[in-house]
């Protein structure tokens, strides 16, 4: 068990290292929901349509872009396991003593880091626009953990798909095809009661919803009567994902 924890850690702070020789990647994903909140979420707001609680609509929408974002992050993140693949890396590391469980849980995880880096930027521009959060040290700290854990439970997702993909032109598509049907099939921009009763029903097996719900409750909102349900729908995810792409891992060098 100490072995295990030891490899995850060791696969983190190789994340954090890669990050600080290498943010590039980090500021340029940061355009996107940028635009979301200054272009998309005043230009929805003023036609007063959507109906979010009394919040303006640019402050509801501002967690729902924070979490595609580091999702979209995540769901990508298989790539670096096709790539470690095509370069041998892969198959040395899975004939060491590491238990299968751990590569994953630990890759996962590392994609927990950049998340939380991606988000630490995010918020800063979010607070410079005008954005209103909750003024809680402790729910802040929360939410970042939230997204750290759940950006987990999506890399293992990407980790599960690379298993099945042998290219990562293929890898790309589906990545892609993912991300955004889950960011528009959730509460991200409009609250659920808006949406047709077939997607709704899909909602409530999004994962990217519980995590919205979550991050929104504490950055936003500060209504947590719904926090424990999001949170044990995050933790289920994750479970399921770390043990899905831990059974599937040595299909991806196959």
Known sequence: MLKALKNMLVMIELEMRRLWHDRTEIYSRAIQPILWMTIYGPVMG???????????????ITPGVMIQTTTFVSILYGLTM?????????????????????VVVGRSMASGVRAIFQALIILPIAFAIGVRFVPNPAYFLLALIVIFFASGGFAATSILIASFMKTRERFMGIGQAITMPLFFASNALYPLQMMPSILREFSAYNPLSYVVDAVRGLLITGNLSNLLIDLIAIAIFNITMFTLASVSLRRIIE
């Open 82 to 102: 096709v790539w470690e693949r095509d370069s041998g890396i892969l198959k040395k590391l899975l004939v060491t003593s590491a238990p299968r469980y751990s």
């Open 46 to 60: 003023s036609a007063r349509a959507i109906p979010t609680g009394g919040v303006p609509y640019t402050d509801f």
